[in-house]
């Protein structure tokens, strides 16, 4: 991969003193071929561009759909596997067609603008994630609402509101999503005693101490 890279940066650097006028700085390695080689060599630098466009964003699209159907329609529809293989493959082209595409057009941005973008919404990810291997008593409940609060308020400052403060919206999404990740986690239930067991047994009875003493005293009496 570092390999790929350095000669990118260098063509980058040259293309700031090439091309000081040029307005969409993704367009420096394209646009310096235009200029200084053959049509034909132009055209190959152009459809590799587009390649690896392509390559980099089916895998985006293939992951999108197989978490709606495997996440959503599979458990709440009670989709069988072969049916879910069958959407996960046709949802694709809605995705493209009604999702990506009027995105893209309507307000299109770089790839430097929306790399940033994908990380801040993937970012949201980091509560559960930290919950989920540090702190046993998050919930699923703590985990959805949090998410959901991070997407929004990313989201927000992202397209209507950009970035307040110079900070980028990831870290404002992260900022509400954390505090209402742990406070419904806290109003909710934990996870079973069975599963807390399983992950974390030397905090399972800090957990559910109060349960497990009332329990052992009915059983007593």
Same mark, same amino acid.
Request: with cysteine; glycine share 8%.
């Given at each position: 991969m570092?390999?790929?890279?350095?000669?990118?940066?260098?063509?980058?650097f040259?293309?700031?003193?090439?091309?000081?006028?040029l307005?969409?700085?993704? *367009?420096v390695?394209?646009?310096?071929?235009?200029d200084?080689?053959?049509?034909?060599?132009?055209?190959i630098l152009?459809?590799?561009?587009?390649?690896?466009?392509m390559?980099?964003?089916?895998?985006?699209?293939?992951?999108?759909?197989?978490?709606?159907?495997?996440?959503?329609?599979?458990?709440?529809f009670?989709?069988?596997?072969?049916m879910?293989?069958?959407?996960?493959?046709?949802?694709?082209?809605?995705?493209?067609?009604?999702?990506?595409?009027?995105?893209?057009?309507?307000?299109?941005?770089s790839?430097v603008?929306?790399?940033?973008?994908?990380?801040?919404?993937m970012?949201?990810?980091?509560?559960?994630?930290?919950?989920?291997?540090?702190?046993?008593?998050?919930?699923?409940?703590?985990?959805?609402w949090?998410l959901?609060?991070?997407?929004?308020v990313?989201?927000?400052?992202?397209?209507?509101?950009?970035?307040?403060?110079?900070?980028?919206?990831g870290?404002?999404g992260?900022l509400v999503?954390?505090?209402?990740?742990?406070?419904?986690?806290?109003? *909710?239930?934990?996870?079973?005693?069975?599963?807390?067991?399983?992950?974390?047994?030397?905090?399972?009875?800090?957990i559910y101490?109060?349960?497990?003493?009332?329990?052992?005293?009915?059983?007593?009496?």
């Amino acid at each position: 991969m570092n390999i790929v890279i350095v000669p990118m940066l260098a063509v980058g650097f040259m293309g700031i003193f090439l091309l000081p006028e040029l307005e969409a700085s993704d *367009t420096v390695a394209v646009q310096t071929a235009v200029d200084n080689l053959p049509a034909i060599l132009a055209g190959i630098l152009g459809a590799g561009t587009l390649a690896a466009a392509m390559s980099s964003a089916e895998p985006c699209l293939h992951a999108i759909s197989l978490s709606y159907t495997v996440d959503i329609a599979k458990p709440v529809f009670g989709v069988g596997d072969e049916m879910t293989g069958i959407l996960t493959r046709w949802l694709v082209f809605p995705l493209a067609a009604l999702v990506v595409a009027p995105i893209a057009i309507i307000n299109p941005a770089s790839l430097v603008y929306i790399l940033p973008i994908g990380y801040g919404f993937m970012g949201q990810t980091f509560s559960a994630i930290l919950g989920m291997f540090f702190w046993p008593r998050a919930t699923k409940q703590g985990a959805f609402w949090g998410l959901l609060a991070g997407f929004i308020v990313t989201l927000v400052f992202s397209v209507w509101v950009p970035h307040p403060l110079g900070v980028h919206a990831g870290i404002w999404g992260l900022l509400v999503n954390l505090p209402v990740f742990v406070a419904v986690s806290l109003a *909710t239930k934990p996870a079973s005693y069975s599963t807390i067991e399983r992950f974390f047994p030397d905090m399972v009875e800090e957990i559910y101490e109060p349960e497990v003493r009332r329990t052992e005293g009915a059983t007593a009496k």
